[in-house]
């Protein structure tokens, strides 16, 4: 074991709940090392979070323990689950928060939390990150067995992000719009090696009745400030569409779970 913890929530920074989870995680194992990957993810918006977890969860050392608390179902009836992958540890709500990355490692064993032994003693219907998510990393991070947690689970079962697969014809590609970032740049659901134009060629975007122009650039500076353009090799590997020193989520207008067509040829301005 690391004994690294990494938290990634939608809790932000103006109330105590990150704190009070690291309290938590430090009572049970006082040499846990506690990472934060993100606490600024949009309110309830697991796609979001599925998504900054699947890009960035290979960065960390084998053995960390990821425990997420994107739960806009907190107190219902969705399970509580711990997912154990080739080399790493994913801990949170059957929401479809943690598949994406899961898979992506590779599952080897996936567990319901049902032991209170390894809870809080008393567990609210509104804080599962403070009493039931945190004391399970904590205890992770120490060796737990995961036969100890709880009943096996099936892949099967559990909840996952749907999303479209894009579609790539002679003309054009449709994808749909994971989700964007604090800069505004738009991250597709389609890898960027699927794109087939080179750097310094020109696409339309279209996202309803707005075409903008793109150039294939291998980074923001490459085209002028304020125009738009479609990175060639992205850091996360999805495809972005991006302005440079601007929001081309706000330009175009666009929200996750949308589509948006990059056609081939030259933008009419007649």
Excluded at 23 to 44: E, Q, R, T
Excluded at 111 to 133: P, Q
Excluded at 153 to 164: C, H
Aim: charged residues 25%; hydrophobic residues 45%; aromatic residues 8%.
């Amino acid at each position: 074991m690391s004994n690294i913890i990494c938290l990634l929530t939608d809790f932000g920074y103006s109330d105590p709940f990150v704190g009070i989870m690291r309290g938590v995680i430090l009572g049970i194992n006082p040499k846990a090392k506690i990472l934060d990957l993100a606490h600024g993810i949009p309110k309830f918006d697991v796609r979001h979070a599925a998504f900054i977890l699947r890009i960035a969860y290979k960065y960390f050392p084998e053995g960390t323990v990821f425990c997420v608390v994107v739960d806009p179902g907190v107190g219902t009836e969705r399970r509580s689950i711990v997912i154990k992958t080739r080399n790493y540890f994913f801990v949170g709500p059957d929401n479809g928060c943690l598949m994406w990355a899961a898979e992506d490692n590779g599952i080897i064993d996936i567990v319901e939390i049902a032991n209170k032994r390894y809870m809080l003693k008393e567990i609210s219907t509104t804080f599962h990150g403070r009493d039931i998510f945190a004391p399970i990393a904590a205890h992770i991070s120490k060796g737990l067995d995961l036969g100890d947690i709880g009943p096996k689970l099936s892949v099967e079962a559990l909840a996952k992000i749907k999303l479209r697969e894009p579609i790539i014809s002679e003309d054009m590609y449709v994808a749909e719009v994971i989700t964007a970032d604090g800069f505004g740049n738009i991250f597709l659901h389609m890898k960027s090696e699927l794109l087939e134009e080179q750097i310094g060629e020109k696409l339309i975007i279209q996202f309803g009745d707005k075409k903008v122009e793109a150039e294939i650039a291998q980074t923001y500076g490459d085209v002028p400030e304020g125009k738009f353009l479609i990175l060639k090799e992205s850091s996360h590997g999805f495809l972005e569409i991006a302005m440079n020193r601007g929001s081309a989520t706000r330009i175009l207008g666009v929200s996750p779970g949308e589509t948006i067509k990059i056609l081939r040829g030259k933008l009419d301005n007649t």
